[in-house]
């Protein structure tokens, strides 16, 4: 498996996982339909995710390239779009090289197709000629790139037809004829994919996920893009039915295209746009897709991405392929201007429902005090109950409402119930030093506060601790923690 051109992983679709329960997600606003919601709150995701790698995830150029076709396609996140775009532009050495130091045509095709939606020039990227680079690596049968094609031949395939596509090279080039011959020849007859097929000559093994052979859904969702990118696609009906029959019980995808399996995101997320690609209509896969995404249920920080079957932690590869597709999108993804929206999942908190007031008894939750002297209230006290994801989670539990801003969402904590109003601050940057909420913690026995080194979205308060907030120019609480705990 190569997962430097994001295939799912085998080992974990393979599992037997048992479908998790519904209802993680909040209602989405009026406004949006379902699966928009789904794709602008992970979109949302990426975005605040590149703004805190510093305009890039994790300094990976894929990754990032795939984060800004997601935010793209969902419509959101223009600063990070444009800040991705920007780091792709400093990253066409190494980077775009594979393990036998020659251009991986999937990594150049992820950075021409980000570049074209984010309206940069391909052939003058970054002082690199990104179309030349690809069409150059193309082997003497047709197929793209130097290394062994065994497991994302027809996938790394389809991914530079539809860059090649984005680029506006001409069906009628000589390459790109090859391109497309090669991977019709690989066309199982069934209408699928998989990975290689050495000698076409020789049928496609019938799709057994025991065995992990046959026919499967990540080559098969790349391959269709491509041809049908080109108007090349075979037997698009026959597609779109071997598709339908290979879906899960719950409309979604799993690795290799055969029913019966447990569904996971990477999967359904490919077999999503090849659907679209093909002209047809996924239906059920949408919520099955939906089912992946973390919410309401989960750490205010990690809301909106993806997770894999077997953990609930944050998987960046399910998280950047699912978003393209929740959205409804097919690559490649013509040029466009994303809003600067940076949208968050809706968590509503009842005040009534949350905390209780006053402090937390000993260690059975984590104190939050938040004072409110600058807009000429007192300082308030409550308790969030139990262990707190992090520092928004607190303030949420205990009963406050916080809210972020526009470009940087929960990672400044922008208004506390309200305060200040949005004509003190619109809060769409980053507040003002000079007024913005001061956050502070005092662990079981402290004394005095200290101000927080980190942001409350990634601040983990201790059982017995006590969280503040005080508003103002270096303002700190009007109560001590002694104070706080006696109140």
């Not at 990032?64 to 920007?86: E, F, K, N, W």
């Amino acid at each position: 498996m190569r997962t430097k051109l994001f295939r799912a992983r085998p080992v974990a679709v393979l599992a037997s996982i048992t479908a998790l329960a519904a209802g993680l997600l909040a209602p989405a606003a009026a406004a949006e339909t379902g699966q928009s919601a789904v794709a602008r709150h992970g979109a949302g995701y990426l975005a605040r995710a590149i703004t805190a790698g510093g305009g890039n995830l994790n300094a990976d150029v894929t990754s990032t390239a795939y984060a800004v076709l997601g935010l793209h396609a969902a419509g959101v996140g223009r600063q990070a779009a444009q800040d991705g775009v920007a780091y792709l532009s400093t990253q066409l050495g190494e980077p775009l090289k594979g393990a036998d130091g020659q251009d991986d045509p999937g990594r150049v095709g992820y950075v021409l197709l980000a570049a074209v939606a984010g309206k940069q020039n391909p052939r003058q990227f970054g002082g690199e000629n990104l179309v030349d680079r690809l069409l150059a690596t193309q082997r003497a049968d047709g197929l793209f790139g130097s290394a062994d094609p065994t497991y994302d031949g027809a996938f790394r395939q389809g991914l530079a037809l539809t860059a090649l596509k984005a680029a506006k090279v001409p069906a009628a080039h000589p390459k790109v004829a090859a391109a497309t011959a090669w991977l019709t020849g690989q066309q199982c007859a069934n209408g699928l994919w998989q990975a290689y097929r050495a000698d076409t000559a020789v049928p496609c093994a019938t799709a057994d996920p025991a065995a992990f052979a046959g026919p499967d859904t990540n080559s098969t969702g790349m391959a269709v893009q491509g041809l049908a990118a080109y108007g090349k696609l075979p037997a698009a009906k026959k597609v779109l039915s071997s598709l339908n029959a290979a879906r899960s019980a719950d409309g979604g995808f799993a690795y290799i295209a055969a029913p019966g399996q447990a569904s996971d995101p990477n999967s359904t997320a490919l077999a999503i746009q090849a659907i679209v690609a093909a002209g047809g209509k996924p239906g059920d896969a949408y919520a099955a897709l939906a089912s992946f995404q973390l919410g309401c249920a989960d750490p205010v920080a990690d809301r909106g991405a993806f997770f894999y079957p077997g953990s609930r932690a944050v998987n960046l590869l399910a998280t950047v392929q699912a978003v393209p597709a929740a959205a409804g999108k097919a690559f490649p993804l013509a040029p466009s201007t994303p809003s600067a929206a940076v949208p968050e999942v809706p968590c509503a908190v009842s005040m009534q429902a949350a905390g209780t007031p006053g402090p937390c008894a000993g260690t059975s939750g984590v104190t939050v005090t938040v004072d409110f002297a600058a807009f000429g209230g007192t300082q308030e006290t409550r308790c969030a109950p139990g262990a707190q994801a992090n520092g928004v989670a607190a303030l949420q539990n205990a009963g406050f409402t916080p809210a972020g801003t526009s470009r940087w969402g929960m990672a400044f904590i922008c208004r506390i119930n309200a305060l200040p109003s949005s004509a003190q601050d619109p809060c769409v940057n980053t507040p003002p030093v000079n007024a913005h909420w001061a956050y502070y913690h005092a662990n079981t026995g402290a004394t005095a506060w200290t101000y927080s080194t980190q942001g409350a979205s990634a601040y983990v308060p201790p059982l017995g601790s006590i969280e503040a907030w005080a508003f103002g120019n270096k303002a700190t609480p009007t109560l001590t923690p002694a104070q706080v705990r006696s109140a």
